[in-house]
């Protein structure tokens, strides 16, 4: 993730935040949950933590991370369990989780970095593990409201995901933004599976 995006979510972690934490992500969530087998999530850019306690406090064993050293301390109250300040890029675990949400967090990566992501998620997954994640939908690659983003759309990540090996498609939807005053963006919500 570039030093942009970071800079961003530090400078703008109290607004970020107060947009965030309360949106009732529970159809989403639940769809995730439907699909894990195994208690152990990854919380891949758990941003403010929401998601985090909403599956800690259904009893799973969650661990979060974040790229924003202020998200970090944030979602750390939040959620009561240490959130560890760290990159994607430095995911560097074997069959460790059953699930990674990756909820709104990758789509900050260039393609490149994206797919290397994708192939470390997948090496930290146990077998049959799943990852949920999210794209805002179409076909736009650059700096966005100042930070990185890639979107796609159903016939772009399928190209892009067939280039990483051992993971398949289970489910893919469209929904429109669950933030207030967002309902006019959407966003393309995927669940992969280790092959």
Not at 21 to 38: M, S
Not at 112 to 135: C, E, P, R, W
Not at 140 to 168: A, C, K, M, P, Q
Request: charged residues 30%.
């Amino acid at each position: 993730m570039n030093n942009k995006t970071i800079d961003y979510y530090n400078n703008n972690a109290d607004a970020f935040i107060s947009n965030t934490v309360n949106v009732d992500f529970k159809e989403t969530q639940d769809r995730f949950l439907k699909q894990l087998k195994g208690s152990k999530i990854l919380d891949f850019g758990c941003g403010s933590g929401r998601d985090t306690k909403y599956f800690l406090n259904l009893g799973f064993d969650v661990s979060a991370i974040d790229g924003s050293l202020e998200l970090c301390k944030n979602a750390s109250k939040y959620t009561g369990i240490k959130v560890k300040h760290m990159y994607f890029q430095e995911l560097n675990v074997d069959d460790e989780y059953d699930g990674i949400w990756a909820c709104s967090s990758i789509l900050h990566l260039n393609r490149d970095n994206l797919k290397d992501v994708f192939q470390k998620m997948h090496k930290a997954l146990k077998k049959d593990g799943i990852i949920y994640t999210s794209f805002k939908y179409g076909n736009f690659e650059g700096e966005r409201n100042g930070r990185y983003f890639i979107d796609f759309t159903f016939e772009s990540f399928l190209e892009f995901i067939n280039e990483v090996e051992g993971l398949s498609i289970v489910e893919q939807w469209v929904t429109a933004d669950v933030r207030p005053g967002r309902g006019e963006e959407k966003w393309l919500n995927l669940i992969l599976k280790k092959d």
